[in-house]
């Protein structure tokens, strides 16, 4: 199970920090991933991060801006969000899938419920 957690009302330049918890299996044996939907969208690849942390992987609107991170100790994952922008508007949802990194959807076995980011301008 994951819930992710973190989103909510910011301006254009601003930051969030998303959390996405997990329970119920070793964590340490699924890679991560983030992936956003915004209204009228498909979903869509954000960021991903190996087991251990060793490999990252990010969509390029949001390079150097974005970090994905994990901490296998607590469970937990998560996305800092910096300079923000009103592209960015989504619900974003963390998901989970055995082994190696992906980039569809399609390949990950678990998702949480999302979380609304919302960037005004």
């Known amino acids: 199970q994951l819930q992710a957690s973190g989103g909510g009302l910011v301006h254009s330049g601003g930051s969030l920090r998303l959390s996405c918890v997990a329970s119920?299996?070793?964590?340490?044996?699924?890679?991560m991933a983030w992936f956003r939907q915004a209204p009228g969208k498909e979903r869509e690849f954000v960021a991903s991060i190996s087991r251990y942390s060793g490999d990252l992987d990010y969509l390029d609107s949001v390079k150097g801006r974005f970090t994905i991170s994990r901490t296998n100790a607590m469970n937990t994952m998560y996305l800092q969000m910096n300079n923000l922008k009103p592209s960015d508007t989504a619900v974003y949802y963390c998901a989970a899938k055995p082994w190696r990194l992906a980039s569809r959807p399609r390949s990950y076995d678990y998702w949480g419920h999302g979380t609304q980011v919302t960037v005004s301008s």
């Open positions: 119920g299996g070793a964590f340490d044996s699924y890679a």
